[in-house]
């Protein structure tokens, strides 16, 4: 089976746009989380999708917001970029009813200037 | 809310030899999950080793294993004959078995140092 795919990989941008990540979860995953990751918060849960439905949310300002598709597919999307935005974007996927696996993407390194 | 922490911001270990990591958390709940995640410097997370709260018999895979003790809220993770490959930033993580979905709680990692 493929594994979970992020893309971009790598991505600049300039304070006050916005951009979209996505992550294509393993196929018959049904369940999608986003998390940041900077080295001074460490690991932030952003948000959770399962079923195109928004299950469950972290604490992050509403410029975060998410979506996910029909196929499982989610985009995360986060307008009027900040520079304290610049992280390691890690969605994970999961057979719902699975509590063990959640399987990494390789992430999207957003750099904000 | 969950916390998980982690109190060892690095740790160095010779090849070969045994190296422990520590882990504790706070929750109010009694049924949840643990896990370790090695995070290399690809960043690719991957999954070590997972505990259920409600099992008592510590988890074992091949060279890694934890102690989990529940009344303390402490959950360690042991390996032993540690390798190069070995060498990466690991955390520890915090599920609850709940309505709260996917949703992990992360320590702040532990980066660990194989010497050769």
């Known amino acids: 089976k493929a594994g979970v795919t992020q893309t971009p990989r790598y991505l600049i941008k300039t304070r006050g746009q916005q951009v979209t990540l996505s992550c294509s979860p393993i196929?018959?995953?049904?369940?999608v989380s986003w998390y940041q990751q900077t080295p001074g918060q460490g690991l932030q849960f952003l948000f959770e999708?399962?079923?195109?439905?928004?299950?469950n949310k972290g604490n992050f300002p509403g410029r975060f917001s998410g979506r996910q598709f029909s196929n499982s597919r989610s985009e995360m999307n986060v307008s009027t970029l900040e520079l304290g935005d610049s992280a390691l974007y890690l969605c994970?996927?999961?057979?719902?009813?699975?509590?063990?696996?959640?399987?990494f993407g390789p992430g999207t390194r957003l750099t904000v200037t | 809310a969950q916390t998980v922490t982690q109190s060892q911001p690095e740790m160095s270990v010779q090849e070969a030899e045994t190296v422990t990591l520590s882990c504790t958390y706070d929750?109010?709940?009694?049924?949840?999950?643990l896990f370790w995640y090695k995070q290399p410097p690809s960043r690719q997370m991957i999954l070590v080793i997972r505990?259920?709260?409600?099992?008592?018999q510590n988890a074992t895979e091949n060279r890694f294993s934890v102690n989990f003790q529940k009344a303390a809220k402490s959950f360690s993770l042991k390996i032993s004959d540690s390798q190069l490959g070995d060498a990466a930033m690991y955390f520890c993580?915090?599920?609850?078995?709940?309505?709260?979905?996917?949703?992990?709680?992360f320590g702040e990692g532990t980066q660990l140092t194989v010497n050769p």
């Open positions: 994970a996927s999961s057979l719902d009813g699975q509590p063990y696996e959640q399987y």
């Open positions: 196929s018959g995953h049904r369940s």
């Open positions: 999708y399962f079923s195109e439905t928004q299950r």
């Open positions: 929750t109010s709940e009694s049924d949840y999950y």
């Open positions: 505990q259920e709260a409600y099992k008592q």
């Open positions: 993580a915090y599920r609850s078995q709940g309505t709260s979905g996917s949703r992990l709680t």
